[in-house]
């Protein structure tokens, strides 16, 4: 597959690249995905939740009524789940959410939904960008050129640029990452992708066994 390279301006330039079948070419592995993005979600999640259990609950450890002739059940604690205040029974407690995947079915993962956007032709190749400060407006410029204002978009650079991270951080519909921390997720969450040149071969490179 070949592309031409798109300026700042969104105007076609005489280079091309070739996308390697090997990464964005490949036999989709749908259950790879869930795994891979189920993974991604896991690690989200701060697993921080919890509740207090009988155990935990502060009260009189005094017996609450007479055992018998009540005409009502036997309870022994106010600490009791089945009363207001007691402990909750089978609560959340904190834990980690996070599991294994070997490498290579994450790569499987990763090279199945760059093969999806690519026959959805939603991969375009953008020349390197240089901003001198950064400035919300002239990124948000760069995607009006390239239409992408209306529609998410994942911006992957070949290494960490500072100024064009914060440029378009503020913007909701666009998120930049670079070739190293591209993930499935990410890559499936958005409507086009936005490969710079010099990240490229730093994909192809990653992802390819």
Do not use: C, W
């Amino acid at each position: 597959m070949e592309l031409k390279v798109i300026n700042k301006e969104g105007k076609e330039t005489s280079k091309k690249v070739k996308l390697n079948a090997s990464v964005y070419g490949v036999e989709p592995n749908d259950h790879a995905i869930y795994l891979d993005v189920k993974q991604f979600l896991a690690r989200q999640r701060q697993g921080t939740h919890k509740s207090k259990e009988r155990s935990e609950i502060v009260g009189s450890t005094r017996k609450i009524k007479k055992q018998k002739g009540t005409g009502s059940a036997r309870a022994g604690s106010i600490k009791n789940p089945l009363f207001k205040g007691g402990g909750r029974v089978f609560g959340p407690s904190p834990r980690d959410y996070s599991f294994k995947l070997n490498k290579k079915l994450k790569s499987l993962a990763r090279k199945s939904a760059l093969t999806y956007k690519a026959k959805e032709k939603s991969i375009m190749i953008l020349e390197d960008l240089k901003f001198e400060s950064p400035k919300t407006k002239e990124f948000n410029k760069v995607l009006n050129n390239l239409k992408l204002t209306d529609s998410k978009s994942l911006l992957i650079l070949g290494e960490n640029n500072p100024n064009v991270y914060l440029s378009s951080r503020n913007i909701e519909k666009s998120k930049v990452t670079t070739a190293d921390k591209l993930n499935t997720y990410d890559i499936l969450n958005a409507n086009s992708l936005v490969i710079s040149e010099s990240a490229v071969k730093l994909i192809e490179k990653q992802f390819k066994i």
